[in-house]
């Protein structure tokens, strides 16, 4: 494998024309995360409303898919959902991002390709007002993310499964 430099990625912006390329990338981070747990039953379920997730949201504002490409093939993925909150003094006029996604197929991950997606994201974001992005990081990814600015939250969050 060449070198690979920010020279000879691609990144760009996913449209509607991607949106079944987005729910593979989507199935293989969650299989690879999950440790193939997920089953047929529930990957057709995942696959339905991911597809009427990605139609609602890509080309939107509230929504920023990317990928990184190298030699035509998809190397990296990552998108950012962006939610709109009542104001307070930390996020002035309440938009978040929540990066998620964040993925590398493994023969190209430790090359900066996640690093320039990720940097691409967040110059998205702040085109469009974000305020404040937030993740949770794997232990592989904590450290690329601490090189990008992001902070270890001081909030202890929490969440309810319904």
Do not use: W
């Amino acid at each position: 494998m060449e070198n690979i430099t920010e020279e000879n990625i691609l990144f760009r912006k996913l449209n509607k024309n991607d949106r079944d390329l987005f729910v593979s990338l989507r199935i293989i981070f969650l299989t690879e995360c999950f440790n193939n747990e997920i089953i047929e039953s529930n990957k057709k379920q995942i696959e339905n409303s991911l597809k009427i997730y990605f139609d609602e949201h890509i080309g939107k504002n509230n929504f920023i898919g990317m990928v990184g490409e190298y030699n035509g093939n998809i190397v990296s993925t990552a998108y950012l959902t962006v939610f709109n909150y009542p104001a307070n003094p930390n996020i002035l006029d309440g938009k978040i991002g929540i990066l998620l996604n964040v993925y590398t197929f493994p023969e190209y991950r430790r090359k900066g390709i996640a690093k320039q997606l990720i940097e691409n994201i967040i110059k998205e974001a702040k085109l469009i007002g974000v305020n404040r992005i937030d993740l949770k990081a794997t232990e592989d990814g904590y450290n690329l993310y601490k090189q990008l600015g992001f902070i270890d939250d001081k909030d202890k969050g929490m969440g309810l499964k319904m």
